[in-house]
């Protein structure tokens, strides 16, 4: 499975941006991973094949991930960002036992 990743950038704290990720094919769990300088990689958002969803406490009520299966590509719409979310955002695949990784877009909050 490969996965293209994007819509990173820099953002004022408050403000928005969506991050969107394209499966080459479908897959049963999509998700958003981050990694900041100095810490490790944890688990923003992730999204079932049937739109179960899971989220970092630290994004709960800010952060939406959502999918549209018809074009293998899942969105992970930031609210209310902070400069704390400032990382790199990974796009996640579970295909049964196999994990992959997407090439990383990275997000940066100013305050």
């Known amino acids: 499975v490969q996965l293209q990743a994007s819509g990173g950038g820099l953002v004022q704290a408050g403000g928005s941006l969506r991050l969107s990720c394209a499966a080459s094919?479908?897959?049963?769990?999509l998700g958003w991973y981050r990694q900041a300088p100095g810490k490790q990689r944890e688990l923003v958002a992730a999204?079932?094949?049937?739109?179960?969803?899971n989220y970092a406490d630290s994004v709960k009520g800010r952060f939406t991930i959502s999918r549209d299966n018809t074009k293998n590509t899942v969105y992970l719409q930031m609210n209310s960002l902070k400069p704390e979310d400032t990382a790199v955002y990974y796009c996640?695949?579970?295909?049964?036992?196999?994990?992959?990784w997407g090439q990383g877009t990275q997000v940066t909050v100013s305050s």
């Open positions: 094919k479908f897959v049963n769990t």
């Open positions: 996640n695949a579970i295909v049964y036992t196999k994990t992959y």
């Open positions: 999204i079932s094949s049937g739109g179960t969803t």
